[in-house]
């Protein structure tokens, strides 16, 4: 076997969120054909647990604790460099002495480095063959941000998209290839930087269909007799803050108002001040972290995604579909799924049509359903062994 260096900005276990699903895949797959040296942080202390988890698929590892408020101060330092905060935020000697002796020792050739940020430790080496998974177009997701915010953060979020455009630029100069998780983050990225086009490649993700199956059974974790529609998703994420902010005063409102049995569930950890609010208004719960999604999402009549800002491949869609679950999402929500005239797969942005439709399916469906088509969509278009061989070839 050859030895891989693998740099990852977030431990890539569990995998309960969307960047981590995809990094846990990758790194399952690729600890059978390297040995994987594993350079990588933990933001969560909870995630401590797991160490051992990912260890057991390295030859080595270096795993750093990051804090975020700390990590915040010293990404400030972009600002007299000129650079992007999002660099400094990860930058850490201990990782960096540990990736120098690593390619020295190990004569590393080959890296993957998943989140463009973790280029920074192989800056120097210029000998090695670099891939890039930048997973989505993270500079776009800034000025995406500028757009709802109002000065002064409106100027620093804009402020980062271009300085952040401006090292994804540097970092796929060189590599020899890029990847997204879409085509289409494949494509707006060629319109940012076309003079890279050649080098950007698309390799979707997947889905644990074993796992999402209608065919487990669960007991209902719902008060009986309700109409559920449910949000799934790490809670303190803005994007998805912004998500059932939006639902639960725009939409659901109406919806309570036409049916009394109706429930908006938000379900996820490390709920924020705003989304515990959520949870005084009639008919909405707030959970925090659970075990275990599925039995929500099983029992729930309607899943659904009603975000205003994304980028790449939603998880929280796909895996809904593997369960046969009904979804209505928004446009953004759906950025990088082809729709297909999937029957079951609702794409709404106006918020009393979102209403009115969820309305009428909920009145129409007493209790849950699951609909095959969904399933199948996921089943031919999202497996992680497809992927993965796709990421292993561009490897080489």
């Not at 030859?59 to 007299?80: F, R, V």
């Not at 930058?91 to 940020?117: A, H, M, P, Y």
């Not at 029992?299 to 939603?314: D, K, N, W």
């Not at 439709?357 to 609909?371: E, N, R």
């Amino acid at each position: 076997m050859e030895n891989l260096l693998f740099l990852v900005h977030r431990i890539p276990y569990p995998p309960n969120k969307g960047d981590k699903i995809r990094s846990y895949h990758f790194l399952q797959a690729l600890s059978a054909h390297y040995r994987v040296y594993l350079g990588t942080f933990i933001d969560d202390p909870e995630d401590w647990n797991y160490e051992s988890s990912v260890q057991s698929f390295c030859k080595d590892t270096c795993i750093q604790s990051l804090q975020p408020l700390q990590a915040k101060i010293k990404s400030l330092e972009g600002l007299l460099t000129g650079s992007a905060l999002s660099v400094p935020y990860y930058r850490n000697k201990v990782l960096q002495t540990w990736v120098d002796q690593v390619i020295e020792q190990q004569e590393i050739k080959k890296v993957l480095i998943f989140s463009s940020v973790m280029a920074q430790y192989v800056a120097h080496h210029k000998q090695l063959t670099l891939i890039v998974d930048f997973v989505d177009v993270d500079s776009d997701k800034w000025r995406q941000y500028a757009l709802k915010k109002s000065w002064p953060e409106s100027w620093l979020y804009r402020r980062e998209s271009e300085r952040l455009l401006d090292y994804e630029r540097q970092v796929i100069d060189r590599a020899r290839a890029g990847v997204f998780v879409s085509e289409l983050e494949a494509e707006l990225f060629k319109s940012l930087a076309p003079e890279f086009k050649d080098k950007v490649k698309a390799i979707t993700n997947g889905v644990d269909t074993d796992y999402f199956s209608p065919e487990h059974v669960f007991p209902s974790p719902y008060p009986p007799q309700t109409s559920v529609m449910v949000f799934t998703g790490a809670m303190d994420y803005w994007a998805n803050v912004d998500a059932v902010k939006w639902f639960a005063e725009q939409v659901f409102p109406a919806l309570y108002r036409g049916n009394s049995l109706a429930r908006f569930y938000i379900v996820g950890s490390k709920p924020t001040r705003e989304v515990l609010a959520l949870g005084e208004r009639p008919g909405v719960t707030v959970t925090g972290a659970v075990k275990d999604i599925r039995p929500y999402l099983a029992s729930a009549h309607l899943v659904v995604a009603p975000l205003r800002i994304a980028r790449g491949i939603q998880n929280k869609v796909l895996e809904a579909m593997a369960m046969g679950k009904k979804v209505m999402a928004t446009s953004a929500a759906m950025e990088g799924i082809p729709l297909d005239g999937q029957p079951a797969l609702s794409v709404i942005d106006d918020a009393e049509q979102f209403a009115e439709q969820a309305g009428h399916f909920l009145k129409a469906h007493a209790v849950p359903q699951t609909f095959d088509a969904n399933r199948n969509f996921v089943l031919a278009q999202f497996s992680w062994q497809s992927s993965s061989e796709r990421l292993i070839s561009l490897i080489g």
